[in-house]
């Protein structure tokens, strides 16, 4: 049995990601955050990257 073409193109076999499930995961961490004493005004203001960085800061810190 052989391998066709299309199975070998790895970019074009792997998943997409899709914009629901990347809402649900800021929902959570902006959750995340909000429990670990982050005030809900500067959750409003910060993007998804300021996000990202400040759970890494302050799981670290919390560890």
């Known amino acids: 049995m052989r391998i066709r073409r299309a199975m070998r193109k790895k970019p074009l076999r792997r998943p997409i990601k899709k914009a629901g499930p990347k809402r649900r995961r800021i929902l959570e961490q902006k959750k995340r ?12 203001t910060m993007n998804n990257k300021d996000i990202r960085a400040a759970l890494q800061k302050l799981e670290k810190n919390a560890a």
């Not at 005030?39 to 409003?44: D, I, M, Q, T």
């Open 33 to 44: 955050l909000a429990e670990l004493g982050v005030s809900e005004e500067a959750l409003r």
